[in-house]
């Protein structure tokens, strides 16, 4: 049973006359599908949707929803983790209370979840029984939620221990490998772990040497990339004798023997395209070829104190070429003067949210597009969005913008200046794709649900592989309505504005028709698929034409009620998409006459030949309420009625009509 | 109310609610004016005597017309047929001449007893007016055969499907006046004294065109 709210909207953005972009804004619709929304009930129990987080969006457009509930357990809030989509039903991943691998989960733990393109989902959760760790749990659809490791499970390393709790965010990828930070007591540990075994491995531990120099690694941190074929690229700090000495930017590469770790880049070594030097990184990104991307800052010894941090530089490392400079504050690519952690994609391209060099004040913001060496200016504040109502006034903090390898950025935009209103923040998302160019998906304001959304969220960390959008650049976004209902919904791209085709062939335009309903056929078509068919908001009964040069046509055919005079007929075809096509005609529906009364012989006037009728069947009953020979209606037929029709004749002494 | 609307109420009258109905009889009852008083039907002579094997013809006659007309009527009258046996009617031109398409005439004398006679002008009520400008008219004369000795009486049957009509269609309230031929032995055959009646419509008797058997 379907217990997710489903609701179609479809949005479209119209082309800007004027714009300060690098490049021209394009014209998109979509359709808007809302998953959960608070009201509705739940798949696992009593209960609804408080309030949520995320959510982030599985490669398959399953949207995976952290959600508070409005039910207690163990006196507080519930919480549970939900994964549904479009047209597919809401499923319970875990909730407050639920026992997994006989454990009870506690409310509040339940959280970090990931989702990879299988719809499976990894998370933390936090069982009564064993302290006050998280563990680390696996769902997918066939065995339903399992325990992975938690408290207690021995470290798989020489160093061993066992693991006192899971950290952070984990990231899932699609061969169902799970990466976590874990508090291995004396420090930390990066882990891997296998989603069907449950084998872990250490990727890097506190304490262990570093790979190609002295120190060992200290603290591991929290932010990490994964990829589908389960490498890693993470930044750790280096010590050495209980001094931090460095910054080492790393990937890891596993292997039938554990990971093989690749210094990317370390303090102190010479920028490539810089006369500086290393000094920090981080924000490393990997894509699914191997290559990483990370953000440095840079001493320039002649540009600024030395030892200092007195630039800023993208740095992309590959296999074959090692590392080169993408991007520098000061060098002869600078267009920026600060940036937020970039995104990098399978082809290359990267996409971040930066600060335009030249700018008086840090307050002039741009999403980025990098690509084949230049730097393409998707949005920047003060630009009129898409739409036309309202300028961007920034693109907010924690880096909300995602790019996916089909080269789809998507980014939160903060709009002001919204009809006419210049104190008033408005919260928008938009997608950037080389085919529609930029499109608004959703913005506060639109209708939704009834009511009107005053809010909009999208996930899109740079170090996380789940995030708002997804590979075919579908975006899920949470959302808070006006009326105090918050939700989340998947935002599907429209077919670029190619609406469907749409024709009325039965009955023909200008038809006179003697009868009061009539079977409205048609054809109709479409790029992508025909949804429905409304013929004058009668839905049509659509049947495939079996056209193998255009596979989506059908015909419809829909009965409509005809009113006396012209009938205006409108068939709305709607495809996969949301869009709509309508044709009209009118035709005319004349009603067959009703019996005239007493023209007895039905030529549609009275003459002698009706009197003489009428006059001939004098003494007899009538045939029925509408013999026209019964002219006073009393069910007899006689002089009465011959001379009551003698009074109505058409032609003076009842002349006949005709010959 | 024009005779459009008003075949329209006499129609809508059939089927509707009984508020409805009361409203188009009240539009019936203005429409369609009531005669101030009765039309006599009657015959000249009123009585009459023949011999045995002779013919006998009387005429109908109605009187008392007031401002009304006769435009239709559809009688059975009746009569001893061990007395008399109807051999024919003729009808006047007072409901229009029928050979000119002014009017449809009828008659069924095959029931003894019984003449069955029908008229229907198919002229306007004015022209009807035109045409019985008097008090009375003569509307048809009847032939009889004296086959019986006895005195044959008149008589109408008045029910549903024999009535007289008037102006604008309506049904006139009749009051009989008795009529009658006696037949006796050709020696005793009564000599009759001329009626009214009979000189109002002599001349009208002079018109009849011919006795029409009901054929279709």
Known sequence: MRLSTRFRL??????????????????????????????????????????????????????????????????????????GGVGTPLVS?????????????????????????????????????????????????????????????????????????????????????????????????????????????????????????????????????????????????????????????????????????????????????????????????????????????????????????????????????????????????????????????????????????G?????????????????????????????????????????????????????????????????????AIYRYSEAAGLVEVVRAGDPLLGSTIAGVDFLGNADLNSVGLNASGQIGFSFALEDGRVGAAIWTEGDGGSDPTVAITSPEAGAVLGIDEILVEGIASDDGAVAGVAVNGVAAVLASTGNPDDPAEVTFSAPVALAAGENTLEAVATDDEGNTATRTLVIEYVPAPEPLLCDANGDGAVDRFDVSAIFAARGSNATGPDDPRDANGDGLITVNDGRLCVLQCTNPRCAPTSP | MPLPSLFAALRDARPRPILGGVMVLLALGAAIAAPASAVTIGFAPGTQGVALGDAAQVDLVFSDLGGEIISAYDLDLTYDPTVLAATGVTFSTALGDELFFESFNAVDLSSPGVVDLAQLSLLSDADLAALQPGDSVAVATLYFDAIGAGTAEFGFVFDEFNDVKGLGGGVLPIVEEPGSITVGSPTEAPIPEPSAALLFVAGAALVHRRVRWRCW
Do not use: C
Request: proline share 5%; aromatic share 8%; glycine share 16%.
């Open chain 1, 359 to 427: 700018a008086a004040s840090s307050a002039d913001e741009a999403v980025v597009l990098f690509e084949e060496g230049a730097a393409r200016i998707l949005a920047r504040e003060g630009d009129l969005a898409p739409g036309g109502d309202g300028y961007f006034w920034g693109f907010g903090t924690n880096s909300p913008i995602a790019l996916n390898d089909a080269g789809h950025v998507a980014f939160r935009g903060d709009l002001l200046g919204v009809s006419g209103s210049e104190s008033v923040l408005v919260r």
């Open chain 1, 10 to 83: 479809t949005l479209a953005t119209l082309p800007l006359a004027v714009t300060l972009s690098l490049f021209p804004l394009g014209a998109g619709a979509g359709t808007i599908d809302v998953v959960l929304v608070k009201g509705d009930s739940l798949p696992d129990g009593p209960g609804t949707l408080y309030y949520l987080k995320g959510p982030a969006l599985g490669d398959s457009g399953q949207l995976l929803i952290n959600a508070l509930l409005d039910t207690n357990s163990f006196g507080i809030q519930d919480v549970a983790i939900y994964r």
């Open chain 1, 93 to 357: 991943v875990a909730r407050t209370g639920q026992v997994i691998d006989g454990e009870q989960l506690l409310s509040t733990s339940v959280s970090g979840s990931a989702i990879n393109a299988l719809d499976q989902v990894a998370f933390s959760a936090k069982p009564d029984a064993r302290g006050s760790g998280n563990g680390l749990y696996l769902f997918d659809d066939a065995i339903g939620a399992r325990r992975l490791a938690g408290p207690g499970t021995p470290m798989p390393d020489s160093a061993g221990g066992s693991i006192l709790g899971f950290l952070g965010i984990g990231l899932l990828n699609d061969a169902g490998q799970v990466v976590r930070s874990a508090n291995a007591g004396a420090g930390n540990a990066l882990l891997s772990v296998d989603g069907a075994t449950g084998e872990l491995e250490t990727i890097a531990r506190t304490g262990q040497p570093t790979p190609d120099g002295p120190g060992t690694f200290a603290n591991v941190g929290l932010s990490f990339s994964l990829n589908d074929a389960g490498q890693v690229a993470f930044s750790y700090n280096v010590t050495e004798g209980g001094v931090f000495t460095d910054v080492l930017t790393l990937r890891a590469d596993p292997t039938a023997s554990g990971f093989d770790l690749i210094e990317v880049a370390r303090s102190g070594q010479p920028a490539p395209g810089s006369s500086g030097a290393f000094v920090s990184s981080g924000g490393a990104v990997i894509n699914a070829n191997g290559n990483v991307l990370f953000t440095a800052g840079l001493d320039v010894a002649t540009t600024g104190t030395p030892g200092s941090v007195n630039d800023s530089g993208m740095y992309l490392y590959d296999d074959a070429t090692g590392l080169h400079e993408v991007l520098s504050f000061s060098g002869t690519s600078g267009l920026f003067r600060s940036w937020q952690p970039p995104r990098l994609n399978a082809g290359g391209q990267i996409a971040f949210q930066g600060t335009l060099r």
